[in-house]
């Protein structure tokens, strides 16, 4: 029999999240998103990031006069937590090697707007906690900075990769236990779900 031999798991941080203080939800966090200087930010991004139109056809130059007559109703549901954000327009991308299809979501300009500013408020709360092996959609980061931390990896000893496949996991049926998970947990459990956050990620699986 071959003997075993004993290797290395990289922490990913954890330990360093645990100890480490996140901050507590405020009662005027959807204010601070519907925040005139942070939906000009938010707008700023989504204009530049260009984009098809959604389900109501609207298209990027469409927006700024839509949006000078419908903001004020579109803000106060937002504050009362009854606006729903529209399904998204279902395009299909060939994957290489006629390997099927990769199904696409484009949201509508308005929910884009929306989910930036949203995103703008959040991602300073929550991406601190983040695993320092997460590299995907982070502010300051890239796969870039996933290989270099791999090659560190490599060069202090560790040797078994392990490589997680989540498709669909946002597509799959029963959500709610994850924004059960969503929460500040150094604060008490104050959770994220109520504010709102759950219809977005619903949003984006509805296809038109």
Partial sequence: MGHSVSVKSPTGGAGDRRVSTQPALHDDLMERMV???????????????????????MTIEEFPAFAQVRWPAIRQAL??????????????????????????????VIDRVITQAIAQVLTPMFDPGFSESSFGFRPGRSAHG???????????GYRVAVDLDLEKFFGAPGQAWRFQRVEFPHRQGERAAPLGIEPWAHGGNDMG
């Fill in 35 to 57: 925040a005139s200087a942070n939906l000009r930010r938010a707008w700023k991004q989504v204009r530049a990031n260009r984009g098809a139109p959604g389900v109501d056809g």
């Fill in 146 to 156: 996933a290989l270099r931390q791999v090659q560190r990896h490599i060069g202090a």
């Fill in 79 to 108: 504050l009362d937590g009854t606006y729903r954000p529209q399904p998204v327009r279902r395009v299909e991308i060939p994957k290489p090697h006629g390997n099927g299809v990769r199904l696409l979501g484009v949201p509508t």
